[in-house]
């Protein structure tokens, strides 16, 4: 069931979402060659235990960190770890975070310390731009697979896959909600759009095949063939006049 939020938990959220923006911001700055991810993480739950929050991925579901890191060929769920970032390296970063009962979501993807190579910033952009392709579709009245269909397109468009695995979802008390939001699909099929529903968009696009494994930790995902992928999201509400993104500090 797809809940419909009140104007007051749309309140809660756009907190929540606040400090996920804040947080996240606070990583990008930080995310530069010789820190490691462990770092970032440590530094992300003190600044969302210091908004007075809760690290929303922290025990979900038995994950053991605060935000997801995800490197070069790793798309999503992936493990901090000790080892110090590396000039070159793509890195993806998700963070949720709940307040006064709520929750917000959101990720980006960065390359660290050198300026991108052509083939790397165009896989980088390209996600961004079909987040923000898939948000747009998100109106009163459209279906879910209008986003859906607005990311794959661009995506393809740009020579890019993808991934069919995993996506976007519901988000509202808990981190996951319904519905399950796929990266491809028709326009004008699925799920009637309303206001008031709260989504997490989320397009990961591979720059080889959208096949993927799981490491033998459980959580992190990664591309079979070991190429580049890229991610992003935003947690956004659906209103009469459109969509409004939460995640934003």
């Not at 769920?77 to 970032?85: I, R």
């Not at 808990?174 to 326009?187: A, D, K, L, S």
């Amino acid at each position: 069931m797809v809940i419909i939020k009140t104007e007051e938990e749309i309140s809660l959220m756009r907190e929540s979402g606040r400090i996920v923006g804040l947080v996240l911001s606070a990583l990008n700055e930080k995310a530069k060659p010789g820190i490691t991810t462990l770092e970032l993480n440590d530094l992300a739950e003190a600044l969302i235990i210091n908004a007075k929050a809760i690290p929303a991925f922290k025990g979900y579901n038995g994950f053991p960190y605060v935000i997801c890191s995800s490197k070069n060929h790793e798309i999503v769920h992936g493990f901090p770890s000790n080892e110090p970032l590396k000039a070159g390296d793509v890195i993806s970063l998700d963070i949720g975070v709940k307040k006064n009962g709520y929750c917000g979501d959101a990720a980006f993807t960065k390359i660290i310390g050198v300026k991108c190579k052509s083939n790397v910033k165009k896989l980088i952009n390209s996600t961004k731009e079909c987040l923000q392709k898939g948000i747009q579709k998100a109106i009163p009245g459209n279906r879910l697979g209008d986003i859906s269909h607005a990311i794959e397109k661009h995506a393809l468009s740009n020579g890019f896959n993808v991934v069919r695995s995993y996506g976007g979802h519901g988000i509202g008390r808990t981190i996951h909600e319904e519905p399950h939001i796929q990266n491809y699909g028709r326009r004008g099929e699925g799920l009637l759009l309303k206001p008031g529903m709260t989504f997490a968009i989320e397009p990961m696009l591979c720059s080889g095949t959208n096949e993927t494994e799981l490491l033998p930790d459980g959580w992190t995902v990664i591309t079979k063939d070991k190429k580049l992928s890229a991610h992003f999201e935003h947690t956004i509400v659906i209103m009469e006049h459109g969509p409004e993104i939460l995640t934003i500090g």
